[in-house]
């Protein structure tokens, strides 16, 4: 790479962490400081052991904001839901191929209500379910964490997952492919964000590290500045 580029990097704050009382304010202010998207975790209590929001607070700050919501599905089954979450103003589904039964329709079906798709692959979910669907996926995002709670230590051999996942979307994009993007989910902060970057990713959830800043959108632009600032000093 050409040192002088500004690599592609999009933070997108976990509203998980977020102060739930003021959600349309926390939203905005994340977008104010610069936030590329909202990560929004949804938590069945059946798929994950957590419960946490659905279509209904989408469309509630879908209003907030001009940036993508990136809707995390932790919810099985996962079809029923995606045509709820596209109407409430999702721009991003991803679902953890676990929960769906048939992995190929799943990716369609949100492809056809206008959103860009994707595949969660959880710490020990081998990434060969991509073999005949990356053609599929808009998305891949690798959990560097369980799912299921903020606030958990990133698991470091994600990196080694981070550069399988990066040859491989290297290699359909280099026989003509679409773009992939290449998402982390867990653990990430300011001092494992260069690695996590020199690993593959482009676009990297932060929950607790955003929220646990000063809650204003100050507070929020000097974090989200600070992971910036050590992607670019790579
Ligand atoms: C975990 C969620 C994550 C989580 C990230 O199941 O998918 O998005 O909120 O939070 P941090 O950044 O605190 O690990
Ligand atoms: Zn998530």
Not at 34 to 42: E, T
Not at 111 to 132: I, S, W
Not at 146 to 175: C, E, V, Y
Not at 176 to 185: P, R
Request: with cysteine; glycine share 6%; charged share 20%.
């Amino acid at each position: 790479m050409n040192t002088t580029d500004t690599p592609t990097i999009r933070i997108a704050p976990s509203i998980l962490s977020a102060d739930f009382s003021r959600l349309g304010e926390e939203v905005r202010a994340i977008e104010a400081a610069g936030a590329d998207m909202v990560h929004f975790d949804v938590m069945d209590n059946h798929y994950v052991p957590n419960l946490t929001i659905g279509p209904l607070v989408c469309e509630a700050i879908r209003p907030h904001v001009t940036i993508p919501i990136d809707v995390h599905l932790m919810v099985e089954p996962v079809d029923a839901l995606i045509p709820l979450f596209a109407k409430a103003g999702a721009n991003i589904i991803t679902f953890h191929p676990e929960a769906s039964r048939h992995i190929d329709r799943t990716l369609s079906l949100i492809r056809e209500h206008g959103c860009r798709a994707g595949l969660v692959f959880n710490p020990a979910t081998p990434l060969d379910l991509l073999d005949y669907v990356m053609d599929k996926c808009d998305m891949i995002l690798l959990m560097s964490v369980n799912p299921g709670f903020g606030g958990q230590k990133f698991i470091p051999s994600t990196l080694t997952k981070l550069k399988a996942a990066r040859a491989r979307i290297d290699a359909h994009r280099a026989a003509g492919g679409q773009e992939i993007w290449l998402e982390v989910d867990g653990g990430v902060k300011t001092d494992n964000i260069a690695e996590i970057q020199r690993a593959g990713a482009d676009t990297f959830v932060a929950g607790s590290a955003v929220f646990s800043a000063p809650d204003d959108d100050k507070g929020y632009r000097t974090i989200m500045q600070q992971l910036r600032a050590q992607c670019r000093s790579l």
